[in-house]
Nanobody, 119 residues
Framework: QVQVVESGGGLMQPGGSLRLSCATFGLSFSYYHMKWYRQGPGKERELVATISSGDGSATYADFVKGRFTISRDNAKSTVYLQMSSLKPEDTAVYYC????????????WGQGTQVTVSS
């Protein structure tokens, strides 16, 4: 059974840093593109960052470029999102998504972790 489990959310002050983790179980992790999405209050879910299954190349939404870094550890079947210079508008539930690299219909989602940025 596949499991995708996020952790690391919490309450941070503006300008602070936080690292989210997403551990996967039951996946051939190295074959999956890994993505972080977020959904703020009253907003649509949006893609934050992607790290590819092959060369580990990363792409970012414009609103997090230069502030967030996505990385993966294939040995641990885990993906990370290092967030810095946090802003109140980063407040959202952050979701981890695993998408098979050539069978995109094979997708798995975590339950989400809440990040709140407030003074």
């Amino acid at each position: 059974q596949v499991q995708v489990v996020e952790s690391g959310g919490g309450l941070m002050q503006p300008g602070g840093s936080l690292r989210l983790s997403c551990a996967t179980f039951g996946l051939s992790f190295s074959y999956y593109h890994m993505k972080w999405y977020r959904q703020g209050p009253g907003k649509e879910r949006e893609l934050v960052a992607t790290i590819s299954s092959g060369d580990g190349s990363a792409t970012y939404a414009d609103f997090v470029k230069g502030r967030f870094t996505i990385s993966r550890d294939n040995a641990k079947s885990t993906v990370y999102l290092q967030m810095s210079s946090l802003k109140p508008e980063d407040t959202a539930v952050y979701y981890c998504n695993a998408e098979h690299s050539w069978r995109s219909s094979y997708q798995y989602w975590g339950q989400g972790t809440q990040v709140t940025v407030s003074s």
